[in-house]
């Protein structure tokens, strides 16, 4: 079946750094991925849609400034968080549709702590 | 973003019975549902799909129904087994720029 990847898998930061997410669709290709976050027993929030070749849209509250999205190839989107503070610790998760298939795939996911 | 809720935060359930979970959603255009099991640390994991034209769809152990009169489905595992111990999500989807928004989590646990 269509696999996500997702690289780090853990990332430890100081506060003030920024911090790199990789979204890779392994054997497909995606015009658009999404970024999700999802703190601590909690559901997982749409935090912005990449579009490969464009802009991206941010859903309302998501600082694009703070959360820099670049959808560069048609697999693959990064997210960075920029000068990052313990606030934006949390699960990063990517998804990329397979139109062919009709659903939807998720990566595995990204954990950040920021100290 | 849309509003999707679930009626039951938690729910623990005896080995080899059937577990039933809920999801309400509130948009009335959104026309595919997806459930999702999401275990601990990880991301989520598809487990099934229905669309609007539908009301029931069969897997694997696993039935999800959708009545779309009182926007509500409800995800049906059979023979409950300590694997399906996890998180789940009702997702809806509107069609339009295929962007998912997810319901608050159940969290199931099976009991040996």
């Known amino acids: 079946g269509a696999v996500v990847s997702q690289h780090p898998s853990w990332v430890i930061c100081k506060s003030g750094t920024s911090v790199k997410i990789e979204c890779r669709s392994l054997d497909f290709q995606a015009t658009t991925m999404f970024w999700y976050r999802q703190f601590p027993k909690q559901s997982l929030m749409l935090m912005a849609t990449s579009n490969e070749g464009s802009k991206a849209t941010y859903e309302q509250g998501v600082e694009k400034d703070k959360f820099l999205i670049n959808h560069a190839s048609l697999t693959l989107s990064t997210l960075t968080v920029t000068s990052a503070h313990p606030e934006d610790s949390s699960f990063y998760i990517c998804s990329a549709p397979q139109i062919q298939q009709g659903t939807q795939y998720f990566g595995p996911g990204t954990r950040l702590t920021v100290l | 973003g849309e509003s999707v809720g679930l009626h039951l935060p938690t729910l623990s359930v005896q080995e080899g019975d059937n577990s039933i979970i809920n999801c309400a959603y509130s948009n009335s255009a959104s026309d595919y549902f997806i459930w999702y099991k999401q275990e601990s640390g990880k991301g989520p994991q598809f487990i099934i799909d229905?669309?609007?034209?539908?009301d029931k769809r069969q897997g694997q152990r696993v039935t999800v129904l959708l009545n779309k009169t009182v926007k509500h489905l409800s995800l049906q595992i059979a023979a409950t087994q300590p694997g399906d111990s996890a998180v789940y999500f009702c997702?809806?989807?509107?069609?339009?720029?295929?962007?998912?928004?997810f319901g608050t989590g159940t969290s199931l646990t099976v009991i040996p």
């Open positions: 997702a809806e989807n509107t069609g339009t720029g295929n962007q998912f928004y």
């Open positions: 229905i669309r609007s034209n539908m």
